[in-house]
T-cell receptor, first 114, second 117 residues
Framework: GENVEQHPSTLSVQEGDSAVIKCTYS??????FPWYKQELGKGPQLIIDIRSNVGEKKDQRIAVTLNKTAKHFSLHITETQPEDSAVYFC?????????????FGQGTTLQVKP | DADVTQTPRNRITKTGKRIMLECSQTKGHDRMYWYRQDPGLGLRLIYYSFDVKDINKGEISDGYSVSRQAQAKFSLSLESAIPNQTALYFC????????????????FGAGSRLTVL
């Protein structure tokens, strides 16, 4: 079945450094790739997303890149701050559907050390 | 008030008990979802509903049932809880489809942590 693999499972960086989280998806029909941030005790919240007709998208310190040929997409956080510490989930749409059905990766726990 | 409210936030129960987790939303969204989060497994879809009369199974629906009582309310039931249903459960909503880009954007509740002893 459809699958999304996310790496690494944990990531520790110094404040100010960059962080990169990578995901690989299996369904070539997927066309929507969001990233969610989950802070302690809260539900996941969308931070950035990208559609298959775009290779890169930026929003201030975060960016997402997509390689459709390799079925890879990545989250890049620059100038990390302690408040970036959270669990991050990548996801891919189920097929090319507009149903809200998402296949999530396993999650990455990011720790930013002051 | 939160856009998506889940109750209870925490629940400890025993094997064999019936449990209901409730979700209500003020987003006005047609679509509602129940996900389960387990360490190392991410979020997995249990059930989803596109409107009051439309209920669909997700990837891990066995042992669960749902009820869409109204557009704003979607409850998840465990008829006879078992220990491997111990997890963090999330309700989420999204806009309806028909080409709107927001249909895939999920708004999550804060979660309901369930422990089955």
């Amino acid at each position: 079945g459809e699958n999304v693999e996310q790496h690494p499972s944990t990531l520790s960086v110094q404040e100010g450094d960059s962080a990169v989280i990578k995901c690989t998806y299996s369904d070539s029909a997927s066309n929507y790739f969001p990233w969610y941030k989950q802070e302690l005790g809260k539900g996941p919240q969308l931070i950035i997303d990208i559609r298959s007709n775009v290779g890169e998208k930026k929003d201030q310190r975060i960016a997402v890149t997509l390689n459709k040929t390799a079925k890879h997409f990545s989250l890049h956080i620059t100038e990390t701050q302690p408040e970036d510490s959270a669990v991050y989930f990548c996801a891919a749409s189920y097929r090319s559907s507009n149903t809200g059905k998402l296949i999530f990766g396993q999650g990455t726990t990011l720790q930013v050390k002051p | 008030d939160a856009d998506v409210t889940q109750t209870p936030r925490n629940r400890i129960t025993k094997t064999g008990k019936r449990i209901m987790l409730e979700c209500s939303q003020t987003k006005g969204h047609d679509r509602m979802y129940w996900y389960r989060q387990d360490p190392g497994l991410g979020l997995r879809l249990i059930y989803y509903s596109f409107d009051v009369k439309d209920i669909n199974k997700g990837e891990i629906s066995d042992g669960y049932s749902v009820s869409r009582q109204a557009q704003a309310k979607f409850s998840l039931s465990l008829e006879s809880a078992i220990p491997n249903q111990t997890a963090l459960y999330f309700c989420a909503t999204s806009e309806s489809g028909t080409g709107r880009s927001g249909a895939n954007v999920l708004t999550f509740g804060a979660g309901s942590r369930l422990t089955v002893l």
